[in-house]
């Protein structure tokens, strides 16, 4: 083996190590999710030694993510993390308030699934959705979690086209290491999509993530002229040719510029295709 390939060898083992000590560190955060528990109880629910807990435990107090009782000994959830995700929904509780009437009016226009993602991590979460009134629909659910890989969808396309390339190829590699990739993808062309969804300001899919699915997404901008949420279309096939799904990009792009005016972005600054 030569030394390139053992370096590269290094940090592959390196970076699937970093993946099993988060993904550790989420089972023992959802663990204590439900109650207070000692080491011990710790240990045998997510199935680690007491030494690996432990270890991860002290990272966790670090960061104020968890604490310990020293009466009892158990640990619990430390107020600094319910403060973070409080905060965190704070702001998309905002984002979705101001962006829900908007997504209305689309709904009321196409008579197709609307849905209001955003990114988290290497992921994009359904914060808001209001479901077709059609018998034939589909239907993702509030709380949704999709990986950003190359097979994402529209709305993850769109979240990953406003991302800089060095950010893509981490969230890809990331997604690789987990196994999450859906399969051998080629960067080089996926780039240049990337970039396709960036000039025109809109993404589409058909069939790529729900079969006989077809959604249409656009961007949605606050105030600092950063894109923060992917407003979507989302129906079946049969209803939505390309033709029929083209037909409402108007719509659908104004319905996000006015939302995204609303978050108080300067209509100047909103990036994108044109109207």
Same mark, same amino acid.
């Given at each position: ?34 109650s ?17 807990v432990?270890?991860?435990l ?8 968890v ?19 409080s ?6 509780q ?6 829900y ?20 991590g290497?992921s ?10 059609h ?9 949704t #979690?999709?990986? !950003? &890989? ?10 990953? %086209?406003? *991302?800089?390339?060095?950010? +893509?190829?981490?969230?890809l ?8 990739n ?28 729900i ?6 997404s ?9 894109? #923060?949420?992917? !407003? &979507? ?10 033709? %029929?799904? *083209?037909?409402?990009?108007? +719509? ?7 939302a995204?005016?609303?978050?108080g ?11």
């Amino acid at each position: 083996m030569s030394r390139m390939e053992s370096l590269r060898k290094d940090m592959a083992e390196k970076g699937s190590g970093s993946v099993r000590s988060v993904e550790r560190a989420a089972d023992i955060l959802k663990c204590l999710g439900t109650s207070e528990k000692t080491l011990t109880e710790i240990s045998q629910e997510v199935n680690l030694s007491k030494a690996t807990v432990y270890r991860i435990l002290g990272a966790l107090q670090k960061k104020n993510f968890v604490a310990r009782d020293e009466e009892t000994g158990r640990y619990f959830l430390h107020w600094g993390l319910i403060g973070l995700l409080s905060e965190s929904l704070s702001r998309e509780q905002q984002l979705v308030q101001c962006v829900y009437p908007f997504m209305q009016k689309l709904w009321r226009h196409t008579g197709e699934t609307v849905t209001l993602y955003v990114r988290k991590g290497y992921s994009r979460v359904c914060v808001a959705e209001i479901v077709s009134p059609h018998p034939l629909k589909y239907s993702v659910g509030v709380g949704t #979690v999709v990986p !950003l &890989n190359a097979h994402t969808g529209s709305p993850g396309k769109l979240l990953l %086209a406003y *991302m800089t390339e060095e950010e +893509v190829a981490n969230v890809l590699t990331q997604c690789e290491q987990a196994g999450l990739n859906g399969g051998v993808i080629d960067r080089r062309l996926l780039f240049q999509e990337l970039k396709e969804i960036n000039r025109r300001g809109w993404a589409s899919s058909f069939g790529e993530r729900i079969t006989g699915g077809a959604s249409l997404s656009v961007p949605v901008w606050d105030r600092h002229g950063k894109m #923060v949420a992917s !407003l &979507n279309i989302l129906g079946p096939v049969t209803r939505l040719s390309r033709e %029929a799904l *083209m037909g409402y990009l108007a +719509v659908a792009k104004k319905c996000a510029r006015d939302a995204s005016i609303r978050l108080g972005a300067s209509p100047e600054a909103i990036e994108g295709g044109e109207l």
